[in-house]
Each structure stands twice: as structure tokens, then as C-alpha cells.
């Protein structure tokens, strides 16, 4: 990573809340079925905790069925993930 904020705590937050919201999951539910904790979930949702790992960005984007790059608002990351691969 760079200098830049790929990962800044509000923007991607608010992108994870988002999506959790639209596939109708709680935090408990988004986390255990991605492998983290729902104080986890919460953390990065409220900007205290950074979505830095790509094994994290890639493990919440399959959960919620959607390309990394809807996380990170990155053209890069936009390839999307087959559930269960």
C-alpha cells in the first residue's frame, strides 16, 4: 500500500455497512460466515479498525457476494470472487 488511504476507516466502513445491510446480515452473521469476530465487523464499520489485509477484503467481498472493488472504491479490485473459492 501506499501513503494514500486506500483503507480509510469511514469511507470503507460505511461501504461494508452498506452492503452488510443490503444482504440483509448482522455483523455476527457477516463475521462468522468470513472467519472474524462481530466486534471485528464492528470496528471496521465504524472506522476503528483498518480493512488493510487483502485476505480480509477478499473474505468479506465473497460473503456479501460482491467485486473487492465495491470495498475499496478501487477500479483494481474489481474482479469478482466465486463463493467458496
Do not use: F, H, K
Not at 468470513?34 to 479498525?49: D, S
Amino acid at each position: 500500500m501506499t501513503g494514500e488511504t486506500l483503507m480509510d476507516g469511514d469511507e470503507v466502513g460505511a461501504r461494508l455497512r452498506r452492503w452488510r445491510l443490503r444482504r440483509g446480515l448482522t455483523q455476527r452473521v457477516l463475521g462468522e460466515l468470513a472467519g472474524y469476530t462481530q466486534g471485528y465487523i464492528a470496528q471496521i464499520e465504524n472506522g476503528l479498525a483498518p480493512l488493510d489485509r487483502r485476505a480480509t477484503r477478499e473474505s468479506l467481498a465473497r460473503v456479501l457476494q460482491i467485486p473487492v472493488g465495491e470495498l475499496t472504491d478501487r477500479p483494481g479490485d474489481d474482479r469478482r470472487l466465486v463463493p467458496g473459492r
